[in-house]
């Protein structure tokens, strides 16, 4: 199903449902689908142990389309994908899936080193982009990486909005996903194409430094201001 025009008033739960396959059942992705579940959306879970007690828990709390199944099943007819797996499980769970040719694949992965302590990509080339370039042809969007999993879970702060930025190639794609950004309670802002990546994975890193290394804690978040 196509994505509406993003909406900023507000929306009611039943004027719309996207199937949304999520793949890793850990914070991003447990985040994302309680929240999109609870806006009426139909979400799938693709865990590596659709039965286990974990991800049955999950899906319980995801809305009452929700299912889990393997990453394969998953994406079967879904309309956006997220992909929310650790960055050294990226490839091969990226090869499990098969042809993913105009796909919409929302990739929230950091390329971070072991020890948190940098990322490995960065600058001339990011995640996003070599994802993209594993997955050829699928419309890959850049978008839930500068946030944590725990300010997802309610990106309000007072009256304000946190940012979520998002960037990508493919305009429908990144409408699809607007909305969806839109739908957890983030501003939505599009940081133009994929290759912004290489801002938006550092900026991560920046956000993963202040929170851990710097003591804000994970229960703080970017926000644009405009005038
Ligand atoms: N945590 C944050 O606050 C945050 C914020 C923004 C972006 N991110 C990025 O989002 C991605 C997911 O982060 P997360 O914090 O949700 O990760 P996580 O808690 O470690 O969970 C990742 C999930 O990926 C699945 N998975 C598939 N292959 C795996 C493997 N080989 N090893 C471990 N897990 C595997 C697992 O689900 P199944 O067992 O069900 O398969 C697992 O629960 C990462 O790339 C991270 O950098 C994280």
Known sequence: MAARTP???????????????????????????????????????????????????????????????SPREAIAGADAILFAVPWPAARETLEQLGDLSGRTLIDCTNPLLSDMSGIELGHIISAGEQIAAWVPGANVVKAFNTASAKVMLDPKF??????????????????????????????????????????????????????????????????????
């Open 7 to 69: 909406n900023t008033q507000t929306r009611t739960i039943e004027s719309y449902s996207l199937k949304i396959a999520i793949l890793g059942t850990g914070g991003v992705g447990a985040a994302l689908g309680t929240r999109w579940g609870a806006a009426g959306h139909a979400v799938t879970y693709g865990s590596r142990a659709p039965q286990s007690e974990k991800v049955q828990q999950l899906v319980a709390n995801s809305g009452k389309q929700a299912a889990a199944k």
């Open 158 to 227: 007072g009256e304000h909005r946190a940012t979520m930025f998002y960037c990508g190639d493919d305009a429908a794609a990144k409408l699809t996903v607007r909305q969806l950004i839109d739908d957890v309670g983030f501003e939505p802002v599009d940081a133009g194409s994929l290759t912004s990546s290489r801002y938006l994975e550092p900026l991560a890193m920046l956000y993963i430094h202040l929170a851990v290394r710097q003591g804000l804690g994970s229960n703080c978040a970017f926000k644009i201001m405009r005038r």
